[in-house]
């Protein structure tokens, strides 16, 4: 029914109206019942239309109801002639209509399932184009794409700006490896500490922001203190013990910015005096020269 409905109203009307051009050239022009029962070839075009949206079903029901149609026309003027050579002319032509629409109804349903399969290809590269492939989390281009339709719809947002205290150390002492393994911790412990319809992304190396939809400057602390103290635990990588503690800027809209550039330069500005003020905690930003913590 979903399949009907996404069917054009003008493709209805040009199918119907096609099926009336027989009728019309029997009974108006009265040419030969040869050249009428060519006409009917016509009754191919609904055929056409209707299958190349609804695929080799709607083929099939699209030629049952025509040859029906065309049939009960013959039958009228096959018991008023009584002419075998038109009955050969009426089989051959309702033949060659089920052969012809057959074969355009799977070859566009080869089509759709290209089509499909295509769209769904593009759909994933967006997707993969979007997400950090190390951790899973959104990379800075879909971090923007998604925060710039976030706060379009939410009044009251927040971002929080996370760097890692001492993850070079980590790096350098027990190698990449570990290193990345820590990173896809991280990312997993953040997204623990915010709801669903939150943003998070990596920028790179191990700066990570989150855009918290409709979360204002309460909500906003929360979940860096949630963050905060979700680092008090020890993170074991490979069994060595990997300590790092985050430091973090938070930004709100649309006091800090009211686009999502703005509020990732003021959070950016607010994790450094994080930073500055002790590192493992978080400071907001008010104004230059102005942090609460």
């Known amino acids: 029914m979903t399949v009907l409905h996404s069917i054009p109203s003008l493709v209805w009307f040009i199918s119907f109206a096609v099926l009336g051009i027989p009728l019309i050239v029997d009974d108006v022009f009265k040419l030969d019942e040869a050249l009428v029962e060519m006409t009917w070839f016509l009754t191919l075009i609904p055929t056409l239309l209707l299958s190349y949206y609804g695929g080799l079903h709607l083929s099939i029901v699209t030629l049952i109801f025509v040859a029906v149609f065309h049939s009960l026309f013959e039958v009228v003027e096959i018991f008023i002639e009584q002419n075998p050579l038109y009955i050969s002319i009426f089989l051959t032509s309702i033949f060659l209509q089920v052969l012809i629409g057959l074969t355009v109804g799977v070859l566009s349903s080869k089509v759709k399932e290209k089509e499909s399969h295509l769209e769904r290809l593009n759909k994933e590269l967006e997707k993969l184009s979007s997400i950090d492939e190390l951790t899973g989390v959104y990379n800075r281009r879909g971090f923007l794409m998604l925060s710039r339709q976030a706060i379009i719809s939410s009044p009251v947002s927040s971002c929080l700006y996370l760097d890692l205290d001492g993850f070079k150390q980590v790096n350098d002492k027990y190698g990449h490896e570990t ?115």
């Open 179 to 293: 290193g990345d393994e820590l990173l896809k911790n991280v990312a997993r412990l953040i997204k623990s500490c915010v709801q669903e319809e939150d943003v998070v992304g990596r920028l790179g190396g191990d700066e990570y922001v989150v855009f918290l939809k409709d979360g204002d400057e309460n909500r906003a602390v929360q979940v860096a203190s949630q963050i905060k103290n979700a680092f008090s635990e020890a993170i074991i990588i490979n069994n060595e013990t990997c300590t790092v503690t985050p430091s973090i800027g938070i930004a709100g809209s649309p006091a800090d910015g009211k686009s999502i550039e703005e509020l990732l330069l003021n959070s950016d500005s607010a994790m450094y005096r994080a930073k500055k003020q002790g590192k493992n905690g978080y400071s907001i930003y008010t104004e230059p020269g102005l942090y609460t913590v």
